[in-house]
């Protein structure tokens, strides 16, 4: 018998008779739905609290029996889950982002240069002016943009106009001045599109680099400003996890001394960039209560909607590109086997079927064959059939973000063919490689709510639920497997499954509450479930209601 039954049963009957002693906690939470998301996927009805650590988990009979406290909470019913991670994003990316253009959406280019004009009357001061978010796929003319009319509206301020990939940006002649950027520069691993033989403002992946490099850094006030709205952003989403995946260390320092003087409440597990592997090597991870730095973040492609993404064969829009590798397969292959002689995960961004052929081959060197290293592929877009084994063979985990697939998938057979496209966004096949995923957004790519992966991870749909039978239902994930990758799949991709993740004892007492239960809800529900209540530590950092309490 169940020891936690055998002892509420003593501890009933010595309060019929004489009175049993309860341990004292610092909350109680009943009467609910509790997706504990453990080995066996428990469900349970209430949890005791204390120290920000859950003390126990049970029925409400069980836990009311053996605990007391001066916060007693009544869940009315609804259903709780482990709090949830967002297994790649980036994170003080986006707080920097909620601070320029908003440019998602937008159906013609024309349309931006309206929103730019209403950015730069509202905000005069900017040193720059900054958007992100705009695709060509969701325009009529889905060529590149060029920089002609904002050098019209804007011939003395810099102008730097991010993808939604984050892949590629537009810039206007004076930001390509500043980054001393013209017809004749050229870059490894990225590419400063020409017409006529002069720049068009167009530059991809690393080309990106040099205007963004001439652009003034922000100060400390702005940053951690930057950093509090995105923290509330992912609160009011039930994120109270994020991996972010590429920060340079001054980055994480600043986000470490705002957890410390108690300014930033959320957990990070932060990828640290290559440039900084000197100071990681000579002094190892990071491991603090909320940080946790413990891995590299390899880039090893750019982005299929740029063209930028590494593939093996010419993409079929474009018949005379195949995309390119941000580093040599040498230069990747040494920074690998470093990041093998020391205790860090490698992390490789690889979206092209030749990036993830070429990543998983330099890992299986490294690695040969069963490992608990949990290196991972970041989002493992375009996999060929012949190397989906590699991720069982060397035990790697796919890091994978689903909304990336919706958002994708209109445009996507373009440049992929009607073969290759079957190959790609294949998240249970991935799955099926080592049992487990893990689940993020790469917001601001996409939007930060989790509950939109989810949905699109087990219907395939995106947010008007089109199309009407998914796209690629073969490799739809069931709605376990998917709350699974964003709760203790991702929490073990990071080794933080023995105490994070899921909702049981000893655990952080990181947890969300709902207004419906998205294991039973229609999917076409799914992305309007509301998150109530987001606690971190045992603490409130989110309420959308005011939790009923009850007096014991």
Not at 443 to 466: C, I, M, S
Request: with cysteine; hydrophobic share 40%.
């Amino acid at each position: 018998m169940n020891k936690k039954l055998i002892l509420s049963g003593i501890c009933l009957a010595a309060t019929f008779f004489t009175g049993c002693q309860k341990e004292k906690a610092d909350a109680i939470y009943t009467n609910g739905i509790i997706y504990q998301v453990d080995s066996t996927f428990s469900k349970a009805e209430a949890f005791a609290v204390k120290n920000g650590k859950f003390l126990s988990v049970g029925s409400s009979d069980e836990i009311l029996s053996q605990y007391e406290s001066d916060k007693m909470i009544d869940l009315n019913g609804n259903p709780v889950y482990p709090g949830f991670y967002d297994a790649h994003c980036h994170f003080v990316e986006l707080g920097n982002v909620l601070q320029t253009a908003n440019l998602v959406g937008t159906k013609s280019f024309s349309e931006i240069l309206e929103k730019l004009k209403g950015f730069r009357t509202a905000h005069p001061a900017q040193a720059w002016l900054e958007g992100r978010g705009w695709d060509q796929n969701d325009w009529e003319d889905k060529s590149f943009p060029t920089k002609d009319s904002l050098d019209i509206l804007f011939p003395d301020v810099p102008v730097i106009l991010t993808r939604i990939d984050g892949h590629a940006v537009l810039v206007n002649s004076k930001a390509l001045e500043l980054g001393g950027v013209d017809e004749g520069t050229k870059v490894e691993g990225g590419k400063v599109v020409l017409e006529n033989g002069q720049p068009t403002g167009i530059l991809v992946d690393n080309a990106a680099n040099l205007v963004i490099e001439a652009m003034p850094d922000l100060t400390e006030a702005q940053l951690g400003d930057n950093l509090k709205i995105a923290e509330e952003l992912c609160f009011q989403n039930g994120i109270t996890t994020v991996a972010d995946a590429g920060l340079r260390k001054k980055q994480i320092d600043f986000v470490g001394k705002m957890h410390d003087n108690g300014n930033l409440k959320i957990r990070m597990y932060a990828m640290a960039h290559p440039a900084d592997t000197s100071f990681y090597f000579g002094n190892g991870p990071v491991k603090t209560d909320r940080l946790n730095v413990t891995s590299f973040k390899i880039y090893a492609d750019g982005a299929l909607g740029s063209r930028g993404a590494c593939l093996l064969h010419p993409y079929h829009d474009d018949p005379d590109n195949s995309g390119f590798l941000l580093e040599s397969v040498e230069d990747l292959r040494n920074l690998v086997k470093a990041i093998s002689l020391l205790d860090f995960q490698a992390n490789t961004h690889c979206i092209g079927d030749s990036a993830n052929r070429a990543l998983l081959d330099i890992y299986g060197e490294v690695l040969k064959g069963e490992n608990d290293k949990r290196w991972r592929i970041e989002h493992a877009q375009v996999v060929s059939s012949d190397d989906m084994e590699k991720f069982a063979k060397y035990n790697v985990i796919p890091s994978v973000q689903p909304t990336h697939a919706t958002s994708d998938m209109y445009w996507a057979e373009d440049r992929l063919g009607k073969d290759r496209i079957k190959t790609a966004y294949a998240y249970k096949t991935l799955l099926e490689q080592n049992g487990m995923l893990a689940i993020g957004s790469d917001f601001p790519v996409e939007d930060v709510n989790p509950l939109y992966g989810f949905h699109a991870a087990v219907a395939r749909q995106d947010g008007e639920n089109y199309p009407e039978e998914g796209f690629q239902m073969e490799n739809a994930i069931s709605r376990e497997d998917a709350l699974r990758g964003m709760t203790i799949w991702a929490a073990y991709a990071q080794f933080e499954e023995n105490e994070n993740g899921s909702i049981e004892e000893g655990k952080k007492a990181d947890f969300v509450i709902l207004s419906e239960d998205i294991m039973t809800a229609p999917n076409e529900k799914l992305r309007d479930v509301k998150v109530m209540n987001t606690i971190v530590g045992g603490e409130e950092v989110f309420t959308q209601q005011k939790l009923d309490k009850v007096n014991m």
